[in-house]
């Protein structure tokens, strides 16, 4: 009877595993058990650190703060102009997502529904834009941007984040095939033009993919440092991220302020996640069952 649950229980989940294939997974496992640990630690410390005195920072580095002080905090936004880079990694990253999100759809879409000459072509355009490291592709991008006069501006940047379109292109074309085309022919049938069958039907239906991929692509723009560094030396475009770099040298014998920023930086995307997880979820688990 034993014997028969198991191998009912087996042809169920439609997955046999080896002694082999058990170890793996277990190594695994503990890998990712081991790495959430680490990385759990290193959050709780860092809070913990941007809430301290800064003579207790220097004696007691990982223990709990003897008394809770917000001084750090308060010397990063009024006396760092911290505000000004917050305004900067938002903007960057609202523009940068918002035209990341629209063309890679509407350009999947594109190529997804429409017949044209070179759309095999396009495809493994896109597909090689992500192989490429954006370190190969930074000197055209600096000289394109120091003709255009966009060099050093928040502007510039922008536009460089837009077309960093592959992956999301890739991901909306894999999902606009799973769509009955159907649908698409009743919309037509009612006098629905492309561009109204786009906004108001597709892109509706593919509200959980835009969620996920908006995320990803917003906490890559948000965290990044290598393009910023490059592109923008004036301190009034500066980042996040390059403040931070920033404060780690400033603020060496005191580093409570670079905790506090680096916890500041951490809260949008905290938020993010948290409201809109449902959607991320739905998201990802649509698109592995659909695809």
């Known amino acids: 009877m034993a014997k028969q649950k198991q191998a009912d229980f087996s042809q169920g989940s439609g997955e046999v595993l080896s002694t082999s294939g058990k170890v793996i997974r277990g190594i695994c496992s503990l890998i990712m058990i081991l790495y959430s640990c680490i990385t759990i630690f290193v959050l709780v410390v860092t809070v913990m650190d941007s ?3 800064k003579g207790d920072l220097v004696t007691n580095f990982v223990g709990l703060p003897k008394a809770v002080s917000f001084s750090s905090y308060a010397s990063v936004l009024i006396d760092g102009d911290f505000l000004l880079y917050f305004k900067n990694s938002l903007v960057l990253t609202v523009c940068g997502t918002v035209g990341c999100i629209l063309l890679s759809s ?3 879409y594109g190529i997804a529904r429409y017949q044209f000459k070179g759309k095999s072509l396009l495809t493994g355009y896109f597909m090689v834009g992500m192989m490429v490291p954006v370190q190969v592709s930074i000197l055209p991008l600096f000289i394109i941007l120091r003709n255009l006069g966009l060099l050093n501006k928040l502007s510039g940047l922008i536009l460089v984040y837009i077309s960093g379109i592959s992956m999301s ?6 999902f606009f095939r799973t769509i009955p085309a159907a649908l698409e022919e009743s919309a037509r049938l009612d006098g ?3 561009l109204r069958l786009f906004f108001k039907i597709i892109l509706p239906i593919t509200k959980p993919v835009i969620f996920t991929m ?3 692509t917003a906490i890559g723009q948000w965290n990044d440092f290598y393009m910023p560094m490059v592109l923008l030396g004036n301190k009034n475009v500066t980042t996040l991220t390059l403040a931070i770099y920033r404060y780690v040298g400033q603020f060496t014998k005191y580093m409570s302020e670079s905790m506090a920023a680096v ?8 938020i993010i996640y948290f409201v809109f997880s449902s959607q991320i979820v739905e998201g990802l688990t649509g698109g592995a069952v659909k695809g």
């Open 51 to 53: 809430l301290k005195a």
């Open 106 to 108: 509407m350009a999947a």
């Open 169 to 174: 292109c890739l991901i909306f074309q894999k």
């Open 263 to 270: 916890v500041i930086t951490l809260i949008p995307i905290i």
């Open 192 to 194: 629905c033009s492309d």
């Open 214 to 216: 908006a995320l990803i």
